[in-house]
């Protein structure tokens, strides 16, 4: 049994050394994929352009317009002539918000009057718009309390008067970096390419070929030329989740803080499912094309919009939320990023464990009655 | 007589692979002409220099009148070519491939009209119009094929291995459309690996490694190659004179045809050389005479290493 | 012309035998736009929050009452153990914490001020940091009442506005109810453009290659220009097909507001699509198989384009170096050129240099792909 699976795992091993192309997208795929999120992607909003219109002119206006550009948020963006200019600023992008201040603004405030401002701002891209709010009510707030602080001050009123001391803590990632949130995401979405649509290819392409009407002439049983076939993407999952956890932490300082043997545990079982599937598509799927199609808009699709790689699922819409229950991807994503980035151990995440255990166990079992039904 | 091909110097290399050595050769027109070579002897790798799909390395080649390499397009109008792969849209039905291609050869409708009951004809297809190319016999699919490259009445048809991988009755169907193309005054050039095919050439091209080997009339040939040392040795024990004669450095080469023994025999005096040996050996039941070569027996000749020990 | 013509006609033929093909073309735009449309959002609502309240008292009960009312947090579990938190925050069962400390509504009714921590689980870095935004906000809006509250009770003010306060009145253009659907389902169109008419050309070709049927076409006196050109008009009404299939989901479905014109949406079209189809040559002779051609199409051309597209990641927060890159992704201009015209009614006069630029990368592409694809037949 030993000896037919080595045969085939061999045979395997060597024609991928010669199949060039397939080598390149197992070792460029998430190299590109690595360095592309790594380093060209984030959500981090920072340094938004920001153009002021300021009809008060005065010291107050300056110090309003002060408290905007000295935190990393917000980079002046220059001063827009009036208001009939605004139109402009936002048109061309040269500014993705402005912020009027009224001419009444100083009085008001020295009154101890509430004034508005007004922010006007590009809309277009949702996300980075309710962003770019959150920051401006957070230093209008933050200015107000300091204001009317002041303000009760002069009146004679010196009692501690912030209300609240707000203090915000940020666990496991504190500088809020994008690349350490995507990385563990990345990896998941490579083992996903390489362990479902990989072997899929390779079993059909056999399949089209009639070598695999060869091989099961041979005393091979169809089990053992899955598991010597199976045997090798195992391996070259493996090996691709070690290059990029150690590519991870040279270049993004991405670090396995829980324990590697959960990690590769979790991987482990992980792969059993996805090996299974990829085995399963090429059970029912006849050309190299459909095996292909059938395995993207399996995994690529679903892993990169649905398993919480980039979008979050809990603001999903209700029915694409259930959907994401089937998805392995997601309790892997998930589990992966607690053992690395937060440490968790098996207790803490035992709900994202039990369900890679129940789709190790179920997938592989559907592949194998099939194939034992219906051969390949 | 005009030459529909001529060809001087032609070479292809594919890399440090000589795959066409700087062959020389003219077709007359209207001629049926065979390439006779092994797999990999350069057949393909020439027609396809003619046609224009291969650029030669070096050398010329002037098609139907034209310069291949200056005027393809010139050439690409008076010849047909069909590969071995039977390159038709097998996603297509046969209506619809014969439409197509001709009108990618620029056919009016009531040209188009006429040869596509040609086709039905000559390809025995009336009544399957409608079925898709890849349901169909390979045999019928073949003549398809042959039909839709000479949609355009092509002065030059080129086939490559047409009949590969097909039984001898549909080969034989083949070659009398073949037959009839050339009736019609086309040149017709064929490459095969089937040497009794040669036998329904005027013109034999035999290539070897890249090489030019043997040019000529089948019987041209075969009168130029009556004086190889070729015996019959008629007797009752193939066999054992088999066996005997096999051994002897001299006899270059022996195969059993029934009750006959034939041997190359490369030296002075053979009859008598191989009488001795026989007689020697107590076989006294055989006749020798000398026999004419076989355009087999000269290709397999003209293709063995000139040097080392033969094969048998 | 005719020949042209003949070609576009097999062309159609064969679509139409391909079942399989013709499904995709779709059902792909379709599941593309549900799933873009619907999941495909990276606004932040529905946060897990564990609430620990140490104090619990009518004041920590009224500040936990703003966070659990808002849209941003769901409250998964009240704690009263902070030693909790931790097993929470790493399990993944919530997002963020937030802890009231003992004494909390006493300091407040001494006048003092009490601490508020707010606990957030940093490995989701965009969710936490907008979190934590929208906390702050909530926690400092508290704060103020609390402020007003003691200035009427001293009777230092008679109304809350008394107090000097900066109010944003914000309004976002283009998108005033900032839905996230009115910035993506627009994206779904350059992506199901470029995916299917990318994708069926880079086949188109190297399937005959396989097949054999192109040395015959070769032979033909079909000119190379014929032949592509009576490849492209197919696949560039399927793309129009297309373009108009999403169009009408997205205004009629997903109700995202259509500014602009539809001409100049179709105009604009028509040269991305070329741009495409350019891609599509080009990927289709440089490979033998239809198995390269996919690969190559999927993995090094389509992917890293959308990702550098801003279609999902804004290009403004890529480093400056990617930043460069993005200028020779067409798809870059054409997300811009779709967005610009549906949510900002753009025409030729705002789009002229995302326009001149597909121009010229289209023409640049084109000839390559056309040189390309004439010496592959060689």
Redesign the interface.
Known sequence: MFENILTIYLKEFRQLKRDR??LA?II??PT??LL?YG????????HVRLAVLDESMTKESRE?QQKFFSTEYFDFAGFVPGESAIDKF??DNKAKAVLVIPRDYAR????????????????????????I??????V??????N??A???TR?G?S????????????????????A??LVPGLIGFILMILSIVTPA?SVV?EKERGTLEHISMAPTTPLEIILGKTTLYFVLSLAAAVLVISVSFVLFDVTVRGSVLLLALTIVIFLIGTLSIGILISTFTSS???A??VA??LSI??TF??SGF???I????L??QIVTYLLPGRYFL?AL??IM?????FT?????IYPLVIFALVIPSIASIRLSRKGF | MSHAIEASLLTKNFGSFIAVDSISFAVEEGKVVGFIGANGAGKSTTIKML?????PTSGEAIVAGFDVAKHP?KV??N?????Q????????TVK?NI???G????LSNIELRDRFSWVMEVADLKGRENL?TRDLPLGWRQRLALG??VLHRPKIV?LDEPTSGVDPVIRNKFWQLIGQLSGEGATIIVTTHHLEEAEFCENIIMMHLGKIVVNGSPEGIRRQFSNLPLFEIETAQPLNVFNLVELEPWITDAAIYGNNVHVYAEIEAPVSAIEGILKKNGIVDFQITKASPTLEDIFVKETRPKTGVPNV | M??I???V??EF??LR??R?MFG?LFVAPV??LI??G???????????IVICDLDNTRQSRELISHFTGSDYF?PVAYIYDINEID?Y?????A?MALVVPVHFGRDILA????????????????????G??????I?????????VQ??EK?N??KNP????????????????D???V??MVPAVLVMVLMVITLTITS?AIVKEKE?????????????DLEFILGKMIPFTLIGIVEVLLVLFVSVYVFNVPLRGSVATLLVLSLLFIMVALGLGLFVSSISKT???A???A???VM??ML??SGF???IE???K??QYITYLVPVRYFMEIV?GVF??GDGFA?LWPQTLALFLIGAGVLSLSVYTFRRS??
């Open positions: 192309l397939s997208a460029l795929v590109l994929m592309l380093y060209a992607l984030n959500f981090d909003v920072k309003l936002i048109q008001e405030v020295l009154l101890g009057k509430r004034v508005d401002v007004q922010v006007l701002l590009d809309g277009a891209n949702s996300n980075t718009a309710t962003i709010m959150g920051y401006v009510d957070g209008l707030q933050n200015y107000s309390a204001l009317t002041r303000y009760m009146k009123f009692f501690a008067s912030g209300g609240i001391d707000y203090r915000p803590r940020v666990y496991y990632n504190p500088e809020l970096k994008s350490k949130f290819i392409r190299q094309q459909m292909f199609l993207s808009l699709l679903p919009i649905l980039v979008f979050p809990s603001s999903m819409a029915p694409l998930a990023r607690a980035m937060k440490g968790s151990g803490d995440i035992y709900d994202q | 046609c224009g799909l291969t650029k397009e690409r109008e010849i047909g070519y069909m590969s792969k039977f390159s038709l849209y097998s996603d297509l619809e439409e197509f291609y009108g990618v050869y620029g898709l839709c490259a080129f | 005719k020949r013509l003949r070609v006609r097999k033929l064969q035998r391909d399989r995709m599941l593309q799933l873009l619907y999941a495909a959002t990276v606004d932040v609502r529905n946060i897990p769901v097993h925050l790493k399990s993944g069962k997002g006048g003092k001020t009490p601490q508020l921590a707010v606990i957030a689980d940093g490995s989701d870095s965009n969710t936490s940091g907008i934590l935004s929208y906390a702050s906000v926690a400092l809006s508290y704060a103020r009442n609390i402020v003691r200035a001293f230092l003010i506005d008394d107090l000097p306060q900066v109010v944003a009145q914000s309004r976002a253009w283009y998108n005033p900032l839905r996230s009115n910035f086949l097949n054999g049927t192109i040395e015959q076409i070769v032979v033909t006196p079909l000119h239809q198995q390269q996919t690969m190559t999927q993995f090094f992917m890293p990702i550098l999902i990641f804004p927060n890529m480093p170096f990617f967005r949510l900002k705002d037949l060689r």
